[in-house]
Nanobody, 121 residues
Framework: QVQLVESGGGLVQAGGSLRLSCAAS????????MGWYRQAPGKQRELVAS???????NYADSVKGRFTISRDNAKNTVYLLMNSLKPEDTADYYC???????????????WGQGTRVTVSS
């Protein structure tokens, strides 16, 4: 079985910074893309940032220039450094990873349990 465990959420004032971490563990053969999504109250879950196994990154327009996604392949971990946080960044943040558990199996999406980020004005 595969688990994604997130950490690093919390309460921060506007303009502050937080770093989220997400570690994948379990029966992992390889990991393709890893990313972060968020869901604010009453809104749909949206992509925040993603990174492929080749290191290519993608960001939502709303976070470009403020957030940085990175990954440590040796640790099966993805990070999200969030700077210049705004109240509108308040949401539950979810880690996502496309993981192959066997060399012959297609990749499957796995999700973390979510970590709450609250930005006060």
């Amino acid at each position: 079985q595969v688990q994604l465990v997130e950490s690093g959420g919390g309460l921060v004032q506007a303009g502050g910074s937080l770093r989220l971490s997400c570690a994948a563990s379990g029966s992992i053969f390889s990991i393709n893309a890893m990313g972060w999504y968020r869901q604010a109250p009453g809104k749909q879950r949206e992509l925040v940032a993603s990174t492929g196994s080749d290191g290519i990154t993608n960001y939502a327009d709303s976070v470009k220039g403020r957030f940085t996604i990175s990954r440590d392949n040796a640790k099966n971990t993805v990070y999200l450094l969030m700077n210049s946080l705004k109240p509108e960044d308040t949401a539950d943040y979810y880690c996502n990873a496309e993981i192959n558990t066997k060399w012959y199996s297609p990749a499957t999406d796995y999700w973390g349990q979510g970590t709450r980020v609250t930005v006060s004005s």
